[in-house]
């Protein structure tokens, strides 16, 4: 089993941070893939599903998420339903410490093949997957630190209240 893990402290609120985490559009902006089945749009959930679809390596890819643990705003989990992996699942965890919001992300996979679907995994995917990680990573704090997040996140009196008491 591989494990990548990575995290990111945030000058924002969690639930703004959470929000933006699960919204399909931005996490479509890293993964450099799309959905086509499933949930396509929006927030994810608990029990979504979504299908993603792209090509990576020169090959055409397919990638179920499904979202098995969801604790709105400080954990969710997505696992591979099917796809190119043997095992996949990504866990995803917030925190607020010292005025800031930490965003923990680890990661689990394996691959079928053997040892050559071993040497693989270490020497192209755990890379790849790494940079995806740090990519996405980045590109949320940049959007949950400035009003850029207005245009990922629905107008909701939940997110209002929450940021409300927050910034308090």
Not at 41 to 69: C, N, V, Y
Request: net charge positive; aromatic share 12%.
């Amino acid at each position: 089993m591989f494990t990548i893990s990575d995290s990111v402290h945030i000058n924002a609120p969690i639930e703004r941070c959470f929000l933006l985490s699960t919204n399909i559009e931005l996490v479509g902006r890293t993964l450099g893939m799309k959905p086509i089945e499933g949930k396509t749009s929006g927030l994810i959930e608990d029990g979504d599903r979504l299908l993603w679809a792209g090509w990576k390596f020169g090959f055409p890819q397919m990638h179920e998420s499904l979202i098995t643990k969801y604790e709105r705003p400080t954990f969710f989990q997505d696992t591979m339903g099917r796809g190119r992996f043997r095992r996949f699942q990504h866990d995803h965890h917030l925190y607020f410490m010292d005025g800031r919001t930490v965003l923990n992300d680890k990661l689990r996979f394996t691959m079928p093949f053997g040892w050559l679907g071993g040497l693989v995994a270490r020497f192209v995917l755990v890379p790849h997957i790494s940079r995806l990680l740090r990519k996405r990573m980045r590109l949320l704090k940049r959007v949950a630190e400035s009003n850029e997040w207005r245009q990922y996140l629905p107008e909701t009196t939940n997110l209002k209240n929450s940021e409300k008491s927050a910034s308090r």
